[in-house]
């Protein structure tokens, strides 16, 4: 997936990266949670698609709180 490859480029000693990861990944944060309990409620829930979100999802946590 796309989104993983961004993470794993991300410089979290940039000290423009710190400065604006923790914001852009509590949107991103939120996106995917909200995405996550879409995926969840439709009728074509995915179990293999909900594991990659959450794990998204979780990464992004993560990065929130560089510095």
Known sequence: ???ES???TIDLKDPD???VA???MEVLSQRLQ???MQIAESSRNDP???????AL???ADRLKTVG
């Open 17 to 19: 990266v710190q400065d």
């Open 57 to 59: 999802a979780k990464h």
């Open 22 to 24: 923790p914001k852009i």
């Open 1 to 3: 997936m796309w989104l």
């Open 34 to 36: 909200a995405l996550y």
């Open 6 to 8: 961004v993470f794993s």
């Open 48 to 54: 293999n698609l909900l594991r990659k979100v959450s």
